[in-house]
T-cell receptor, first 114, second 114 residues
Framework: EDKVVQSPLSLVVHEGDTVTLNCSYE??????LLWYKQEKKAPTFLFML????IEKKSGRLSSILDKKELFSILNITATQTGDSAVYLC??????????????FGKGTSLLVTP | NAGVTQTPKFRVLKTGQSMTLLCAQD?????MYWYRQDPGMGLRLIHY???????AKGEVPDGYNVSRLKKQNFLLGLESAAPSQTSVYFC?????????????FGSGTRLTVV
């Protein structure tokens, strides 16, 4: 059975801190890993990773995938209160008979305090 | 473009009542999905469709039925609602060949079964 495990489940930090969120997976026929940010509404896309070792970066957020060790990390530097959200990791796998259905982890709830 | 539109946004049902959630997309996407999200959980796939006239079961299909008579619409039905179906329901659509698979979520439907 495919599994996506995120850690920690919750995290409280002070503004300006750097945080690292983890996502490990066990998926047959892995195709891609996606990170989303969710703030009490629909998830918002952050990154899609398909190749090991290639860092994706957007402003203060970055992410990298390790396909050998089956995990990904999401880094947020110089955190701001607006980063407070649930961060979801999701994995997509071949074959394509399920379209591009995503298998989600439970999420990491991040609270950034002033 | 409206993207993915879900109706209704909120609903309260009594146990045993039935209802239909409507999802409409205007991006000509082939694939559509229904997910549910419970507190402290990521999204879990209920049913999905890889094209007009086709549907298939996801991870948690029991108690739900779906139909995709038109490419742009994906309906989720609850024939006899149960309190365990209290959840937030997200519809999504996607298309191969687009970045992020063109994954687009609706804004969600919050359903309470009393």
């Amino acid at each position: 059975e495919d599994k996506v495990v995120q850690s920690p489940l919750s995290l409280v930090v002070h503004e300006g801190d750097t945080v690292t969120l983890n996502c490990s997976y066990e998926v047959t026929n892995f195709r891609s890993l996606l990170w989303y940010k969710q703030e009490k509404k629909a998830p918002t896309f952050l990154f899609m990773l398909t190749s090991s070792g290639i860092e994706k970066k957007s402003g203060r957020l970055s992410s990298i995938l390790d396909k050998k060790e089956l995990f990904s990390i999401l880094n947020i530097t110089a955190t701001q209160t607006g980063d407070s959200a649930v961060y979801l990791c999701a994995v997509n796998a071949f074959p394509t008979n399920s379209g591009y259905a995503l298998n989600f982890g439970k999420g990491t709830s991040l609270l950034v305090t002033p | 473009n409206a993207g993915v539109t879900q109706t209704p946004k909120f609903r309260v049902l009594k146990t045993g009542q039935s209802m239909t959630l409507l999802c409409a997309q205007d991006m000509n996407h082939e694939y559509m999905y229904w997910y549910r999200q419970d507190p402290g959980m990521g999204l879990r796939l209920i049913h999905y469709s890889v094209g007009e006239g086709t549907t298939a079961k996801g991870e948690v299909p029991d108690g739900y039925n779906v139909s995709r008579l038109k490419k742009q619409n994906f309906l989720l039905g609850l024939e006899s609602a149960a309190p365990s179906q209290t959840s937030v329901y997200f519809c999504a659509s996607s298309s191969p060949g687009q970045g992020n698979y063109g994954y687009t979520f609706g804004s969600g439907t919050r359903l309470t079964v009393v």
